[in-house]
């Protein structure tokens, strides 16, 4: 299976930036793509981003378009949010996952890592 670790959360004002990473480790040929999704306290976890293990196709939810950038680094085993013009409302857990098929399931869910956008 894949084991996946999210990093690079913290602390940011209203129109900073952050870049979150994911770790993937274990069974890493057998990824698809890789996804990264968030969830506020008392809300349902919401889709973010998309990146093929390939890097040859992204998908991004449409409030995220423009602001934040999916890539990866197959040396590193390791995907990038990049996240710019941080809002309040970006304010969640971020999470990564591993889609192992072109339309499976998202396993290997990690930690995730805490985002906090000031006003």
């Known amino acids: 299976q894949v084991q996946l670790v999210e990093s690079g959360g913290g602390l940011v004002q209203a129109g900073g930036s952050l870049r979150l990473a994911c770790a993937a480790s274990g069974r890493t040929d057998s990824i698809y793509a890789m996804g990264w999704f968030r969830q506020a306290p008392g809300k349902e976890r919401e889709f973010v981003a998309r990146?093929?293990?390939?890097?040859?196709?992204?998908y991004y939810a449409d409030s995220m378009k423009g602001r934040f950038t999916i890539s990866r680094d197959n040396a590193k085993n390791t995907v990038y949010l990049q996240m710019n013009s941080l809002k309040p409302e970006d304010t969640a857990v971020y999470y990564c996952?591993?889609?192992?098929?072109?339309?499976?399931?998202?396993?290997?869910w990690g930690q995730g890592t805490q985002v906090t956008v000031s006003s």
């Open positions: 996952a591993a889609q192992l098929g072109v339309s499976g399931t998202y396993v290997g």
């Open positions: 990146i093929t293990w390939s890097g040859t196709r992204t």
